[in-house]
């Protein structure tokens, strides 16, 4: 019975460590661009029934706990203005899709920070290019070192327009945005993006459109979208989930203490 005590509590230890590394996670990403928070699911686990008088030996004898899963909050963080055009934020649900230039993988990010590289189009800061509503990269210039436009600007429905030194104004492209019917369901492969996963996606079918059709929100120029990490739910957690480790680590001893018993008794 010692013994059994003692493994429970070895589950639990497990599981609040990895709930703490959790906790630990969102509290480091609390400034990173379009971070989305995690929250854990703790499950119960169960080998076989326990010997009872009364109930034909239908209760079930818990062992521990574990992590079921990791689900993250979906809620739009906080607008953090920069004025340069091409920062985007996303002001509701979906997705920017970018793609690797020698993959051609797609990913996607609510992280806008955009830029211009060297051959004209537009990409995130690793590089990607940022596709249109039809999957094709954005090319905002034919030749960055003779530019065609003086400014740019992108309105919330995604619409990246270029503003000649005379004055006038001419429709370059339009940025996409793909929404999912489970966007928790996506993997995160760092760097502020997303896929679908490998086999299978639990974030349900991309849908691929534009800002402000469907479920996708409008996009606002000028701002990108910060952290939606809590650090004050965040700080509850840790202190929770500290005190939850430091129980199961005392069940341990007390275990350790009934087992010596025990052992001194057949010893005696």
């Known amino acids: 019975m010692s013994a059994n005590m003692m493994y429970t509590a070895i589950s639990g230890l497990g599981t609040f460590n990895e709930a703490l590394s959790v906790v630990s996670d969102n509290i480091a990403n609390a400034n990173t661009t379009a971070y989305k928070s995690q929250t854990v699911d703790f499950g119960n686990l169960v080998s076989g029934f326990m010997p009872t008088v009364y109930d034909n030996n239908t209760t079930s004898q818990g062992v521990g706990s574990s992590i079921l899963s990791t689900a993250s909050n979906q809620n739009t963080g906080t607008e953090v203005q920069t004025s340069l055009w091409s920062d985007l934020m996303l002001q ?36 990607n290019e940022v596709l249109d509503g039809s999957g094709s990269p954005i090319q905002v210039e034919a030749d960055p070192t003779n530019p065609v436009y003086s400014s740019y600007s992108i309105d919330q429905f995604g619409n990246l327009s270029g503003i000649t030194s005379a004055g006038s104004t001419a429709t370059i492209g339009q940025l996409g945005v793909t929404t999912f019917s489970n966007p928790s369901g996506l993997v995160s492969v760092g760097n502020n993006m997303f896929t679908t996963g490998n086999t299978g996606s639990n974030a349900g079918t991309a849908v691929v459109g534009t800002a402000g059709a469907g479920q996708a929100g409008t996009i606002l120029s000028g701002a990108l979208e ?25 069940s341990i001893v007390t275990a350790n203490t009934l087992l010596q018993t025990v052992v001194n008794l057949i010893a005696g």
């Open 226 to 250: 910060g952290s939606n990490v809590d650090l004050t739910t965040q700080m509850v957690n840790m202190i929770n989930f500290q005190a939850d480790y430091q129980a199961n680590s005392k």
């Open 92 to 127: 509701g649900g979906g997705f920017f899709t970018v793609q690797n230039t020698h993959s051609n993988a797609d990913y996607y990010t609510r992280d806008g920070s955009f830029e211009v590289n060297p051959t004209g189009y537009l990409t995130d800061k690793n590089g």
